[in-house]
């Protein structure tokens, strides 16, 4: 079995920033993919970035640039900064983990951009 879990959202003003951070533990395998998705009230989860086992990294197009997404691969945990966030990334952030050909979710940290 395989535990995430997310740490770090919060409240933040338009323009300002936060780091989101996903602890996996339990029986991880390599090569994997961890990632972010998030759900917005009313709409579909979504695809925010990824970074493979090497350090390869994809983004949505709407965070790039303003989104980073690392990890450390001996504490099997990912980061996301996220900076000049805007209020439409408001969202509930999920962590993915993703090996053996299984998804594995975390129970989501809420971000709320607002003034």
């Known amino acids: 079995q395989v535990q995430v879990v997310e740490s770090g959202g919060g409240l933040v003003e338009p323009g300002g920033s936060l780091r989101l951070s996903c602890a996996a533990s339990g029986n991880i395998f390599s090569p994997n993919t961890m990632g972010w998705y998030r759900q917005a009230p009313g709409k579909q989860r979504e695809f925010v970035a990824n970074i493979a086992g090497g350090g390869a990294t994809n983004y949505k197009d709407s965070v790039k640039g303003r989104f980073t997404i690392s990890r450390d691969n001996g504490k099997n945990t990912i980061y996301l900064q996220m900076n000049m966030l805007k209020p439409d990334d408001t969202a509930v952030y999920y962590c993915?983990?993703?090996?053996?050909?299984?998804?594995?979710w975390g129970q989501g940290t809420q971000v709320t951009v607002s003034s």
């Open positions: 993915n983990v993703y090996q053996l050909r299984r998804d594995y």
